[in-house]
């Protein structure tokens, strides 16, 4: 098989394919070269991160609702609270600590 031969494929693809091939590179070249349109993919990306910041925010502030609720329908959500968060005991009720499990020595 001679060289010209292995070549006359490439040639024939070329002439099928070349105008198309060349449209489509230019096409590229537009939307990917330009400034512009990386911009609006950026822009697209960052919509939908805040988005999803978006959504996140909501679900704490349903969550924190739920919890003004709570505390807001008696006294047993804010004792608690109190007791939970800020270590509060009652007059007259002893407190026991327990040191948390370790590895045994």
């Not at 070549?7 to 070349?18: C, K, M, N, Q, T």
């Not at 919509?47 to 709570?70: M, N, Q, T, W």
């Amino acid at each position: 098989m001679s060289a010209k031969a292995g070549a006359r494929p490439f040639v024939r693809l070329a002439r099928e394919h070349g105008p198309r091939a060349l449209a489509g590179g230019a096409l590229l070249a537009v939307f990917f070269g330009n400034a512009g349109f990386r911009s609006l993919v950026g822009n697209w990306r960052e919509l939908h991160r805040l988005r999803g910041e978006i959504s996140d925010l909501e679900r704490d502030e349903r969550d924190l609702d739920a919890s003004l609720k709570a505390l807001r329908a008696g006294d047993s959500g804010v004792e608690r609270a109190a007791r939970r968060d800020l270590g509060y005991i009652k007059k007259g009720e002893i407190e026991y600590r327990f040191p948390p499990p370790g590895k045994a020595e």
